[in-house]
């Protein structure tokens, strides 16, 4: 069927080389890096850096200072506050209300919390790597999906619920990145607002709540890192044969 649309041969050799390269790679992904990498995360998970039972210990310092209160003498609510700005307004008259003082932060910048920041540097390299390993082993599955038929098809439904199940690791470890940059956003987003309202407890505890939760999730995301490494070696190791070859020779369905 192939004569019916010409192909270049120096194109044809070139597309070839390519599947027998992916389906080197993904091979071996499958065979020695998939169990060694399981193996890998399982061990990363009994590390003291990632076992802290006080959590405590992973807080961080918000190094911004309250400042003094500051007192509106002969101004005693808000109607009377009006008023005086008023006969400024008219009288030319200086104000008594000396404003609000303006608020530096110590050092410059507002640092992250280190400890987090030193532990989603490890995870993050974890995270890209599975999206790419899974990338690869998944086209080499629908490299090896045969032309369509009518009948015989149950080795193909097989092949696509492998690729089906590693589309689906593909996304949940590109949710997990998502996760780490909304972390981000939600921190600073709430230092801001201890910056403006720095008299407010509830904004300071929030970040400590936050920093806590950030931390049990990248353990919660290393193992689910590690499980899904599990189910694509055990999975593709139970139906590799199916997977390989998903139908049978008209001479193998004689006997």
Known sequence: MSSLLKVDNEIKTKVDAFRERIT????????????????????????????????????????????????????????????????????????????????VMPGGMMKSNGNLVDLIEKVKPEIRTLIEKCNTVKMWVQLLIPRIEDGNNFGVSIQEETVAELRTVEGEAASYLDQISRYYIT?????????????????????????????????????ELRNQYVTLHDMILKNIEKIKKPRSSNADALY
């Open 24 to 103: 080197s790679e993904a091979e071996n992904l499958v065979a020695s890096f998939f169990p060694k990498k399981l193996l890998e995360l399982d061990h990363f998970l009994k590390d003291p850096i990632i076992n802290i039972s006080d959590l405590k210990e992973i807080h961080s310092d918000i190094n911004l200072t309250v400042p003094d209160p500051i007192l509106l003498p002969n101004l005693h609510d808000g109607l009377e506050a009006q008023n005086a700005k008023k006969r400024k307004l008219e009288d030319g008259g200086e104000d008594m209300v000396t404003g609000t003082k303006v608020f």
């Open 187 to 223: 921190r600073a987003k709430l230092v801001s607002k201890i910056a403006k309202y720095p008299h407010v407890e509830d904004y300071r505890r929030t970040v400590t709540e936050i920093d806590e939760k950030e931390y049990i999730s990248l353990k919660i995301i290393v193992s």
